[in-house]
């Protein structure tokens, strides 16, 4: 389920064979386990930076937190529960404190009290995206794109890592803040790490960005140390666009031994990575 605060331990659900009871279990090693919390209920689990988690069960919100020095757990019922957020369809992350869901039909939800009140639902329009309007109108359009993934957070940052059916693997985030009443969209763009560098004849730069950035928007250009422009690799990168991302060779055999800088931009974004040419 997640490891420790202190990063010491593993804490893992083991559901029992005899009574399918499920119990909490923490291990130092992840080969042997001992008992933290027994009889915990089912239903999807939210952990908050490894100090406790939320049971969103069938029949109500537990709250559970975990003892200093990982060696006991307790558990609270903090409300009942309508349901909504206990099975599988639907994901849910700590955004610092801010508990954060998706449920079936897209709806984006924050809580400030673990889960048992929420506010929303919070317009986003990656969201929007992903339940665009589909072929069969009969079928809810966030049911027809076999939406699946995982949430996870850094900071008030939520990420959405997803697989629709027939689409490439996605990556979304959005900033979810206490007393907004919109997720501000976040468009990024990435320039990796160039390979091989040190560069000798050539070296590949792949550049990848997020699902709103037009690939029309985005240059790739190659600086000297003193800013100078040496190539413009921009229309290489759109010639090979392959989903959300593409990657272009950089040819140095002309150019002078030293440091380069590899930077690519779109719609006020700048990423950039250094390349060392030598021979």
Not at 89 to 115: H, P, Q, W
């Amino acid at each position: 389920v997640c490891v420790s605060a202190d990063s010491s331990s593993f804490i893992a659900a083991g559901t029992r064979k005899v009574d399918k009871g499920i119990d909490l279990l923490i291990s130092d090693d992840g080969l042997s386990w001992n008992m933290l919390l027994k009889d915990v209920p089912s239903g999807r689990r939210v952990v908050n930076k490894g100090r406790m988690m939320v049971v969103f069960s069938s029949d109500g919100t537990y709250r559970i937190d975990f003892g200093s020095g990982n060696s006991s757990a307790s558990m609270t019922r903090l409300c009942d529960s309508d349901g909504a957020d206990s099975g599988t369809n639907g994901m849910s992350c700590f955004a610092n404190d801010l508990l954060v869901t998706i449920r079936k039909r897209g709806e984006l939800l924050y809580s400030k009290d673990s889960g048992c009140t929420f506010t929303g639902p919070v317009r986003d329009p990656l969201l929007d995206y992903m339940r665009r309007p589909a072929t069969d109108t009969t079928v809810d359009p966030f049911e027809q794109t076999r939406y699946s993934g995982q949430m996870f957070s850094i900071g008030s940052y939520v990420f959405i890592a997803t697989k629709p059916a027939g689409v490439l693997d996605l990556i979304f985030k959005g900033k979810v803040l206490s007393g907004t009443t919109s997720v501000d969209e976040v468009i990024d763009i990435y320039t990796n790490p160039p390979y091989p560098n040190p560069a000798n004849q050539s070296t590949a730069i792949r550049v990848a960005w997020f699902l709103t950035v037009p690939p029309a928007t985005i240059s790739l250009k190659i600086y000297d140390q003193i800013g100078q422009e040496v190539r413009d690799l921009s229309a290489d990168l759109r010639r090979n666009v392959e989903g959300h991302a593409s990657t272009v060779t950089l040819y140095v055999s002309d150019l002078p031994n030293g440091i380069y800088y590899a930077v690519s931009r779109a719609v006020g974004q700048t990423s950039t990575q250094q390349i060392v040419v030598q021979r």
